[in-house]
């Protein structure tokens, strides 16, 4: 069983910066892939970034490559979205998963385990 905690929403202007963190505890071995997605109001729940907990390889959203960037830190069991450039359109409720596999997965469905989400607001 895994348990992931998100923090570090908020409500922040067009062009500004914030950092998510996601804790993970339980069983996290390196055959998983963590990643971030994210839903806004009437629409799907959609992929954002993923990192494979042990190479550290990502993957992204085109629509968020060259603003966002995932890491992970694996002393601290963390996996951070770095969200830089915010843009209304980003407004959402992010959420953490946890998928054990060792492919990446853009798809919710494939994901085995989720936090309870933090909610981004970017005003224009």
């Known amino acids: 069983q895994v348990q992931l905690v998100e923090s570090g929403g908020g409500l922040v202007q067009a062009g500004a910066s914030l950092r998510l963190s996601c804790v993970a505890s339980?069983?996290?071995?390196?055959?998983?892939?963590m990643g971030w997605f994210r839903q806004a109001p009437g629409k799907e729940r959609e992929f954002v970034a993923a990192i494979t907990w042990s190479f550290g390889a990502t993957v992204y959203a085109d629509s968020v490559k060259g603003r966002f960037s995932i890491s992970r830190d694996l002393g601290k069991n963390t996996v951070y979205l770095q969200m830089n450039s915010l843009e209304p359109e980003d407004t959402a409720v992010y959420y953490c998963?946890?998928?054990?596999?060792?492919?990446?997965?853009?798809?919710?469905?494939?994901?085995?385990?989720w936090g309870q989400g933090t909610q981004v607001t970017v005003s224009s």
């Open positions: 339980g069983r996290i071995w390196g055959s998983y892939v």
């Open positions: 998963a946890a998928d054990a596999t060792i492919v990446v997965h853009k798809t919710s469905s494939d994901y085995d385990y």
